[in-house]
């Protein structure tokens, strides 16, 4: 196994540490300071969260760098970001810091496009991923690293940050799953 493709196993076994640490209640204190507060758990969440998101870029440049494009890794990378962004996203949910219907349009986006480049896969082609792909991407890491850390350093000027870029990651993942199929649409057409 190349080290492109450990990094990617590295991330999937992030998530249930991140999830441990957003889930089970440690009883560690808060780290309280200006009427904001949060967890030691949420911090020790979002800085391996921000290690794990951060593994996404660095697995695919290796890769691509090293010429060490393999199938696992075409298979693994894209799983490794789904189950990531997922189980952060139910756990948000869970603790009541992410309404459901948000956290159900992305991962029902991310099942879709998954879906359509299986169907790509078994008729030999590769979808490449987009511009409006990597925005969503984007767009919902800041989002979930602005939930984790409640809305930090917006919540000093009484900035809904959160909420806006919930909207906003949202929206942008809808647009980035229409894109897909639209220009993909080949693909659906000759399964039919």
């Known amino acids: 196994m190349n080290l492109a493709n450990r990094i990617t196993l590295a991330r999937i076994f992030l998530v249930p540490i991140i999830m441990f640490f957003l889930l089970v209640n440690l009883d560690l204190p808060k780290l309280s300071f200006g009427g904001f507060s949060i967890t030691y758990n949420q911090l020790i969440a979002t ?34 970001d789904k189950l990531l962004v997922a189980a952060v996203l139910i756990s948000l949910v869970d603790m009541q810091k992410l309404d459901a219907w948000i956290a159900i349009v992305i991962i029902s986006r991310e099942f879709a496009v998954t879906g359509l480049r299986q169907i790509a896969l078994l008729e030999g082609k590769v979808m490449a991923a987009s511009a409006w792909g990597k925005w969503k991407t984007v767009t919902q890491i800041v989002m979930i690293i602005v939930i984790l850390l409640n809305n930090f350093p917006f919540y000093f000027i009484g900035f809904p940050f959160d909420i806006i870029v919930s909207w906003i990651a949202a929206a942008i993942t809808i647009y980035s799953g229409f894109d897909y199929f639209v220009k993909n649409r080949s693909v659906i057409d000759q399964v039919r």
């Open 47 to 80: 800085l391996i969260f921000i290690i794990a998101a951060s593994t996404d870029g660095l697995d695919g440049y290796i890769a691509r760098s090293r010429k060490m494009i393999t199938n696992l890794g075409k298979l693994l990378d894209p799983l490794a």
